[in-house]
Structure formats: C-alpha cells, structure tokens
C-alpha cells in the first residue's frame, strides 16, 4: 500500500511556548556549557592552557571532592538494603541502625510512595527541629517534603501566579532559579535592589518605593522573596531588617518566600530564621501579623551536607488560608511524592548524633571539618579579590558564594567595552569567558543575578579545593587588567 | 514605637492561580482523602468494619508489600556508603560491586549534581538497553534522567503549550497525570475515546474525527498522548495501531508522548515500543516518517521494579529540532538534575545481571516471582468481576490495574442514580465510597479517568497480596446489589 499523505514539519520555536523559550537560567548557560566543551577536549587528550575545569559557577560540593558526612551515608545504606542492619551489624555503630530501623517501621520501603507531603514520621521530626531552632512550634502538617528547595519555589510561583499582572518581588542580585520560574509563569519579577555598599543589606525604604512604583503601573505583587544567608551575595540578614520585610509583606498581603537553604553556612554573624521573628511580632501584636503567609524553605545540598544529588529538601507554610494550601498540596500530589531517601536526608540533617550516642564524634568531627574548610576557603578567595587592581569584595558572612565586583569602567578600560559591545555582550561576559579559556575556572558573569545598571560582578563558590586554583586566578586577572586597562 | 499599617488579609481562592484551583487529580483525591483518615481513624483504636486499608488506588506496589529486588539495592546501598564495598565485602557479590565501583568512578558521588540530562554513564547504558530491544540505535544526548515520569510530562507538556488554543490528545480513559497538567497550563485536553468492546483498542478513525473536529474548532493540536500498555485499561497496542498512530501524527505534526512505564508489565501479547515502530517505519519511508517527534517514557516505579519512591525514570527524544529540544534541556537544566541514586536505577533496571554473573539466579528467581504473583492477582481479581452481578471486565494484558464496568443503569438502579444526584456525585463515585467505607478497599471512579458518558467504571490495582480482600470487595457487591437493584 502506497502511503498518501504530506508530512508536516517538524515543530520550531515559533510552535512552542514563548515564555519556555525567552526564559534563562544563566547557572547553566553559555559558560557551563563552554565549560563541558573544553572538559571534553581535555578528555580527547587536546592541549589547553589548563588540565581541568574548576566548577566554580554551581555550588554542587561533592563534585569538588567535599565528602558526604558518615551518618548520612550510612543510615541511606541500611534503608537501601535492610538486611546490612544484621548481615554487617559490625560496620554500624548502634544509632545508625536504630535510626534506619525507626525509618524502616515507619515507611516499609523507600521504594514506596509515601504521602504527598513527605512521610508523617520525617516531618514530625523536622516539625521538633524546627521548634528548637526558634522557640516555637512547628506543625508537620504544614511542612512540605520537596525535591530540593526547586520543587518548593516550582509549587508556590505556580500557585501565586494568577495572571500576567502577577508580580513577585525578588532580590537583585538574585538566584536565578527564581527570573526562569517566573518568566516561564509570565508573571512579573519585580527586583528590589540590595545595597552593596552595606554589603548587600536590604534596604525597606527601596523595597517600599518599588512597591508604590509597580502598583502605581498595575502590578499585583504577590509574594516577597528573601534569600537569607544571600545567593549570591553571602550577605545574613539582622533580625532588625527581617522584622522590617514582615512588616511589608503584613501591610501589602505579600507572601513571604524566606529562602534559607545556607541556614547553617554562617561565618561571620548569626542566622535568624523568618519563621522566628514572624512568631516573636505575632505574640506582640497578634492582629497585625496573624494574616502574613510564609513559606520557608530548606535543603539539604547546602549546609555541611552539600548532598545536592540526592534531591532533600522541605517548606513549611504558615498563616496560609486552608484552602490556598489545599491548592499547593494539590500540586504536590500529582507528583506523588518527592523521593523518599532524600525525605530522609532531611530528617538526617535537622535531627543528627546527640552528645553521648556513638555517632556524636564522628559526625562532629566531619561536620566541623567541612565547616571550617569552607570559612578557611572562603577568606582566602577573598583575600585573593581583595588585592585584584580594581576588583571589590564584599567580606563573607555566610553562604558558599563571593559575588565580587569588577571596578571596570569605559574611562579606564574603553577597549574592554568596546570589545564588549562588539560581541554584544557584557564586560562581566567577557572576563568571566577569558577567565575560562585561560585558567579552566569556570564562574558565572553577575549580570546572570541581577546587578545595578554599569555595575560588574562574578558569582564564584568557594568550593574547590586548594589553592592553587586561586593563584592562578589571581595571575589571570592581572594580565587582564594589563591588557585592557588603559596605561 | 508603635505600629501604624492597615494588614491586609490572607489571599483566598480568588486572589490565586485559577487553573491551579481548577485542576483535578483524582487518584489522590475524596476516596484517598478518606481513606488516609479511616486509617487514622483505626490506629486511634477506632472499630471499623475492617482493620486495615487495601490501597488499591495507587501503584504504589512496595506499600503493599512487594519485596524490592536484592540487585537494585544491593548496588544501592554500596553508592550510599563507598565503605561497604570493602568493610562487608562478603555480604555482596562481586558484580554488584564492580557495578557500584563503575557508578562511583564516573559520578564521583550521588551526592553532587549530575550534568542535567543525568550522568553520562547511566544515558549511554540506556541507550545501548534501547537499541538492544529495538535493534534500532539510540544516542544518549538525547535521553533525559527525569524523576519518575511524571516530571518528563510536566517538561513536555510546558514547552508544547504555546498557547491556550494549544491542544493535547490524550486517550480516554487517560491517567490523570495529564488532564491535570493540561489544566494547570490552561492548555485543551482532547480526548479520543478507547474503544472498550475491542479491549480498549484505539480507533485512528476516531482519532481523525477528533483532531478534524478540534481543528475546525481552532484548537491547535501539539501532541498525541499514547499509554501502552494502558493506564488504567491494561490494554496493549499491536504494532498496525502504533503504526496508524505514528502516520497521524506525520500528517498532522503532532509530537507522540509515548508513556510506555508499564512495557515490562505484560500478561497476554507483547510489548513493543513506538520507537521500533517508528524507526521501522522510517526506514520503508524516510521522506514520510522524519519530521515525527517522539518522546518515549519510561519509569523505575512500574515494572518488576515498583520503585516508586526512588523517583528513577528516563524519556527518550527523536526527532526534535535542535531548538526545541534545547528549551527542553533548558527546563531540565532550572531543575538542576534528578535525584542521582535514581538515575542509578534506572541503569540497574535495564542492565541486570547476565546469565553466568553470580546475581543472576537471584535476580532471576525474584523478579520471575514478583511477574507471576501479579499475573496470579490480576486473573485472580478478573475472574472476581467476572462473578459479579453487572459487572464487566476486560481481560488484564498489562500495566498494574483493571478498569472494570458498572453495568448499572437508571433503569434497574433506579434508587442509586437518586442517590448519586442528590450528593451531585456519579453513581461510580458512591459506589466507590460505600466500598472503602464497608471494606476498606480503596479504587478510584472511573470518572476521575474519563469514560463515555453513561458509563461507570473503577480503577483498581491488584496488588494488595492475598485473596482475602478480594472475597470481601465480592461479597460487598452482592450486599450493594441487593440494596440497590430493583427487584
């Protein structure tokens, strides 16, 4: 049989969904993928100035040699395979196997769906820890398991956002995970600007301008999003400045999305959750604040954890009207669940080896360990920037990131933005690639984040082992300076 | 300081997503709903009819007791904890360590990030699987690590939504995963009707009719949505109705999203892939056949498998320009990566051990065992429905469920369809509810699938292990007969 019909064409981008297409995600962008190129040259055996890729633009520790904390590890592995609870009894110190146990009785299998929220026994756990984080109480059944804090930011732009005059507010600079999300929405981001020369706090009479401003244009803002310690900028929040943020999200009915993901990467200061300056207001001044919504997320691929691959994380909601949440748990549901190892993980972290149990030294040990490699890490970067000719730092508080700025203007550098200009890109593109090409550090250029108009940044973790990376960054930077800086 | 503002109230249904509020999912809706609170209700000390909940709403085969096989979590439990490999190395045999050893040495850890296709040595296994089953190559650049299928839906379904003209075909009855995605994105879910006298079998002519009709309608069709072996009909398609729907789509430039989670759940007939046909196809008749775009899916959690909570699954892309799949990538990429340990799976899944390597009879014996208990149950269960009065069912061919009729009609149930409208429910509804009530058995309403109107039908697993819940559900029938069907 002769077959009769014409073919149509394969679909383009005029066929598809135009917000997928315009939104972008610089984290894995140009850069990265330039990066993986040249990791794969260097693999075919090809000479490059380099002889591997140092992965500074993704705050992914483990695929920096970081090693996963024992606990975490070995309790996963009982829960994997039950029988190592008998058949290797002797690897196991006796915490381990009771935790894994408790799991066991309580899910069955990880392999089982658990309910859409996360299974009971981890989140009343994370409830407890919670509560002695802030003093005050938590209730499982407003905490949310989620596949990292992604899915928890997935659900809740999707669920605030009711048309195209939705707006949310969010930081600039910002993790981009939140521009994508919400240009894939359609709804409006709405930066507010942190103030750089007060390392990176937020500034209320901004946030208050940009409010009257948007809804003077139409904008209906919905939510208020605060990463706290700050992605990029590695800025922690006073308790002062987040009471401030409260207020404004109570008098506009903004949701407060608090992004706490580095809650344990503090160096310099001291982390002060949402959720806890929100209950101190509430018991002062219940009618003012007994309406504000807030969403605080966490994860376990930060922290000391850095166990990104395995996808834990959780959000818990406060002060949403039942039938709002009931919408979001809706949306959990038709993804079933987030994957029960990672729910697990969570419970892991928020609740690890008390003083006395036979796990409690080693898992300080590690812990501190990390710890104290990332703060030693982290000041060295930053010492390093600090004698870059015309590169600022701002000194690291907490998070895993620097965000320095590059002092580049056309008066001192006009060949720099004349190259620039000429590729149609950004100075901070420009040495952020060169940088690349020369050294194998692969970082991502600030305008990714978000930076005040003629203002340069980078976005570099602290991750990496040695320093020799550093060095050789620092060699870089000053043949760039030499050969666009105007004598 | 006292303070002055106005708060403003807690947003309600009105102030949300519309289409998030819209959105049905029925397998986790009311009966679910009620079900987890009798189970609450039992573990109170509460006296119900029965003394424990038959979840047979849900997949979910691990809840119900399905053991998980020792390879997959053998190898699991190594990548959790590197140690063991060597520190109880007599509890493993040797090719799940050398499986675990080359996992680790190409991943590093499943801690870190993967790239965010998955890991390059879990997609080149696959794709070797899939040209091994097919006898047609496959390229790992083009298959995506997703976690579970549901997330390769939501990407697929977000890039194909241009617009709210944009339309998807989905069968009816269909796996509610997609109506409700569809309805999230404000996209038209067009339904083409199963055709249940032939075993559910799909009928191109109708499909043709719906797409000329939803064509003259403006409706702009981007896909056609294939469940096979069928969810929640078990029906399996022959290789002329793949074919038939494979030149649909060539004639109309629809993409084919292939759901194939259930291809290695088959009782009667046989699996085979729209990719095989496809590229068969392809091969008589390259000019008619090159432009069709096809992404295949397939899952950790079905199968023999039943790993649900470990959220593995992959989906397989053909055809595809290089900028849609790029904006496809990109969506992948916000997400950062699927849970890594899942992805592990997935290779474990389709790369088990050979003949000769020494897990081989085990795995053999177990996952021949876990076969044949749900081939025993699904006949055991049809031959059930058989026995009931007014009642019809197909015979199971594959996937995990039976999608028996209701033959209830007003005419002889005159009392039941009063029931129904004066609870503004259908009769399936109330006979599901009675059920779970007076059992514990908990199925969905054929409603929360689709079905002709007029029709009733339920959805269940057999999972749950042994017969006895199966004599109750018969024995609530006769009860629920005689108390409704005119004498």
Redesign the interface.
């Known amino acids: 049989m002769t ?1 009769s ?9 005029a ?4 917000y ?2 315009e ?1 972008q ?1 610089a ?2 962008g140009e850069i990265a993928n330039l990066a ?1 190129e040249l990791a794969k040259q260097l693999k075919q055996g090809q000479k490059l100035p380099f002889d591997h890729i140092v992965n500074a633009n ?1 705050g ?4 920096l ?1 970081q090693k ?1 904390l ?1 606990w975490y ?2 309790v ?3 829960l ?2 039950p ?2 609870a008998t ?2 009894r002797d ?1 196991y110190p006796a915490d381990v196997i009771d935790r894994a146990q408790t799991f066991l009785n309580a ?10 929220k996360g299974a009971p026994v981890f989140r009343e756990s994370i409830a407890k820890a919670i509560a002695e984080r802030d003093g005050f109480p938590s209730d499982p059944e407003h905490i949310y398991l989620t ?2 804090a ?2 928890a930011v ?1 659900y809740l732009l ?5 048309n195209e005059k939705s707006g949310f507010l969010i930081p600039i600079p910002q993790y981009p ?1 939140y521009t ?2 919400i240009a ?1 929405g359609n709804a409006v981001a709405v930066g507010y600007y942190l103030d750089e020369a007060k390392n990176w706090r937020t500034d209320p009479a901004e946030i208050r301008a940009v409010i009257a401003d948007n809804k003077s244009k139409g904008v209906d803002l ?1 939510a208020l999003v605060i990463i706290n310690p700050g992605n990029p900028t590695g800025a922690i929040l006073k308790e002062d400045d987040i009471a401030e943020l409260i ?1 404004i999200a ?6 407060l999305i608090a992004d706490e993901v580095y809650q344990c990467n503090v160096f310099h200061g001291e982390f002060v959750s949402v959720k806890k300056v929100l209950c101190q207001l509430k018991e002062q ?1 219940p ?7 807030l969403a605080s997320l966490h994860s376990t ?1 930060k922290g000391v ?7 834990g994380g959780y959000m818990e909601l406060v ?3 039942p ?2 949440e009931a ?1 979001i748990y ?2 959990a ?10 729910q697990a993980l969570v419970e892991l972290m928020v609740n690890p080896p008390k003083p006395g149990s036979p796990s409690y030294d080693t898992y300080q040990q590690e812990s501190n360990q990390i710890a104290s490699d990332l703060r030693e890490r982290a000041d060295r970067l930053y010492d390093a920037f600090e004698q870059m000719e015309d590169v600022e730092s701002q000194r690291p508080e907490g998070a895993m990131y620097l965000f320095p700025k590059l002092n580049f203007t056309r008066e001192h550098y006009p060949a720099l933005f004349d190259e620039a200009a000429g590729k149609n890109k950004q100075v901070d593109d420009v040495y952020a690639l060169e940088l690349l090409k020369n050294t194998g550090i692969c970082c991502v250029p600030g305008n990714g984040f978000g930076q005040v108009e003629g203002t340069y940044h980078l976005r570099t973790t602290f991750l990496a082992p040695g320093t020799e990376w550093i060095d050789k960054w620092a060699q870089f930077h000053k043949q760039f300076v030499a050969q666009w800086k105007k004598a």
Request: glycine letters at 8%.
């Open positions: 077959k019909f014409k073919p149509a064409p394969a679909l383009t981008l066929d598809i969904n135009p997928s297409v939104t995600y984290v894995r993986d993704i992914n520790p483990q695929q040699k996963p024992t590890r070995q996963l592995s009982i994997q395979y029988d190592l058949k290797a690897v899910v069955g299998s990880v392999g089982a769906y658990s309910h859409s596949g990292g992604s899915a997935t999707t669920v605030l956002n009711q995970l994508a999300t894939l919905k207020d109570a008098e506009h009915g903004l949701v001044n009618e003012l604040y007994n309406n504000v919504q691929s954890s850095g166990e990104c691959g395995q996808r002060g949403f009207t039938e709002v919408v809706k949306l549901s038709i993804n079933l669940c987030s994957v029960v190892s990672g």
